[in-house]
């Protein structure tokens, strides 16, 4: 039931980053088309790619954590044995879950604080906070999935990066096939 969820989660998440940056492009594409033959400004396309940017950015958070797409500074890790690499992996995972969800508890306090301003988007007349509710959503993800690495790293002995990948494998390395499995 569980793995369910998160393939179709997975998927949710892969279709919403895909169609904020396809509609991302063409909104923004059409506001430049608008401007330079029309010689007319759509209002509404910064907008409209501000909120799609946001959203692409903190909804990658925590697939790219899934994923472990995410950027990794690997030269003193590299150099380690493995058992030294297995209990460095608990400090970063750990730690960056905590601060994922640290980031969070931000995010929701301004989120708030935003809504309590009662501002809107100057051309759409979006509520702000509507705009933003990406950003808490983001951090949460990537702390849970951060969270679930560190439990895999204690319950397994390979080391995992992902709660998806072992160290020194990535979707690159899996066939086809074993990508849709997952």
């Keep these: 039931m569980l793995k369910k969820f998160d393939n179709a989660f997975m998927k949710f998440t892969e279709y919403v980053l895909s169609f904020s940056v ?13 401007r330079s033959v029309f010689n007319s400004s759509l209002t509404f ?4 790619g501000q909120i799609l940017n946001i959203t692409v950015t903190f909804f990658a958070v925590g697939y790219c954590a899934k994923m472990a797409r995410h950027i990794s500074m690997s030269v003193v890790y590299d150099l380690l044995g493995i058992k030294a690499k297995k209990a460095l992996q608990f400090i970063i995972t750990l730690g960056t879950a905590v601060i994922m969800f640290y980031l969070t508890y931000l995010a929701v306090c301004y989120v708030m604080s935003v809504k309590e301003l009662g501002r ?15 950003v808490p959503f983001g951090f949460f993800l ?24 072992k160290l020194g494998e990535s979707s690159e390395d899996l066939g086809e096939e074993e990508e849709v499995e997952k």
Excluded: Q
């Excluded at 809107?120 to 990406?134: E, G, K």
């Design 22 to 34: 396809i509609a991302m492009a063409a909104i923004l594409i059409a506001g430049v088309i608008a």
């Design 142 to 165: 990537g702390g849970l999935e951060y969270l679930r690495t560190f439990f895999m790293n204690i319950k397994n002995k390979d080391i995992y990066v992902s709660s998806v990948y």
């Design 45 to 48: 396309t910064e907008e409209v």
């Design 120 to 134: 809107v988007t100057p051309a759409l007349r979006i509520p702000m906070w509507i705009t933003y509710i990406p």
